[in-house]
């Protein structure tokens, strides 16, 4: 594996994830009845995808959250048909579903300069509105963030996840009171000396029960929803959330975590997978690995010892295993890279999907024409 070293990473903040905003397509301009002039239509509004965008800083920029496109001109006598009104366009980022307040569809942003019209301008004065404009589409909607990060981690509380991301990105998570982890999602960027950059979003910490909505569970799990791969975060020593709650073994957690996936949306389960078990700098880590290791090759041989609802329909494939310590930085390069090889690897899968599509779709336009 080639390994690339890491610069200071950037911390991100906490982010906004969705957002409701009001637009309002311009009004027509007047025409003119005695010689036939015809207003100008009213300008629209477009939502536009930009690469560097934030809903946080859309928000910041805009705090009204009003978008109204400007009116078309009026019909006169130097110029008998109106120029339309300016266009307003709502610069968003890239992975943007937009929906209107019914909860219709309107399309998605997937890549830079994509573009939705969301409130068209009014049509301009003529002979059969009697030259009287007409006003534009008042549209008010929600502007939903498909991808938060390329990789979203998942944990038990306690698991580490929150020290990870500080080592792997300087992002300072704040940290709740026990038993939950992270108060807020928390996202960090991964810079290499190449100056490729990797997100990384810790999320408010998961519970069993989760897929229940107990603790953040559905706000959680919906996050997760939204990154490319997951990373399973995994003491070695196990997990107890409470003194009154079982204490779950290292394998225990691996199998209870793709469980509350599977519970809440089976399409969780195939995303890309890697595990990092934490905390290698505890006494007897390493002959807890080993059993681990053992545990999750052979899973069949040891699934019956777990209670039947602890059991997943299908075992999450770990494309890397990587022991670590957030403690003393072990392994932590080695991650990195790892998750650097995934996504490298996920997107050359994507870029041939897309590419068998489009000659695909070639051929049969060929053969129908």
Known sequence: MV?????????????????????????GGMGYPRLGGEGGRGGDVWVVAHKNMTLKQLKSKYPQKRFVAGGGANSRVSALKGSKGKDCEVPVPVGISVTDEHGQVLGELNKEEDRILVAKGGLGGKLHTNFLPLKGQKRIIHLDLKVIADVGLVGFPNAGKSSLLSRVSHATPVIADYPFTTLRPELGKIMYNDFKQISVADLPGLIEGAHMNKGMGHKFLKHLERTRQLLFVVDISGFQLSSVTPYRTAFETVILLTKELELYKEELQAKP??????????????????????????QEDFLHLLETKMIPEKAVEFQH???????????????????????????DKENDAYHSKQLLNLQSSSSAS
């Open 321 to 347: 295993i990587i022991p670590i310590s957030t403690v003393t930085g072990e392994g932590i390069e080695e991650l990195k890279n790892c998750v650097r090889k995934a996504l490298d690897e996920q997107d």
């Open 273 to 298: 997978a890697l595990l990092a078990v934490n905390k290698m700098d505890l006494p007897d880590a390493q002959v807890k690995l080993d059993e681990l290791m053992e545990q999750l090759q052979n």
């Open 3 to 27: 390994r690339c070293g890491s610069a200071l990473l950037r911390k991100y903040g906490n982010f906004i994830d969705n957002l409701r905003i009001f637009t309002k397509g311009g009004s």
